[in-house]
């Protein structure tokens, strides 16, 4: 039953920090477009809060994460083996881990004047997450190896 209840929390707080992933580019597509002050800094406001809200969301989800492997994959008698699915789910979890901390140093960017990129770059750069959650459901569910 334990296992039960820390999955279905590790999934809460995975969603809710993808919520994060996903929003928090899409105020640097606004950013990079913006050109009046007042704008630009009600941006900032909002794009801080929301990076240290997902960063405390994405501490308890990786922690959960790391419990589940534990109590699936760690040690003592008759636990499994790691499947190669869940090398490649790991892999993708560091590189959105990543993605979040390219975020934070985006978002001092912005802070500071520097940002040269323009909103276009910031529209597929939305687009990362998206791609690497559609991997981790596959790889998750599918389990194609």
Do not use: D, Q
Request: net charge positive.
């Amino acid at each position: 039953m334990l296992f039960l209840w820390t999955k279905a929390f590790h999934i809460i707080f995975v969603i809710s920090w993808f919520a994060g992933l996903f929003y928090l580019p899409r105020i640097f597509v606004n950013l990079a477009m913006e050109t009046e002050t007042v704008a630009t800094e009600r941006l900032l406001l909002m794009a801080r809060k929301l990076y240290r809200f997902m960063s405390l969301l994405a501490l308890p989800a990786m922690v959960l994460g790391l419990a589940l492997m534990w109590m699936l994959y760690g040690g003592g008698e008759g636990r499994m083996k790691m499947p190669g699915w869940m090398h490649a789910k790991l892999t993708f979890v560091v590189l959105l881990l990543g993605y979040h901390h390219a975020c934070g140093a985006i978002l001092r960017k912005f802070e500071k004047g520097l940002n040269k990129r323009s909103h276009t770059w910031f529209r597929w750069f939305n687009e990362v997450p998206v791609l690497m959650l559609l991997a981790v459901v596959v790889l998750v569910v599918v389990k194609p190896f």
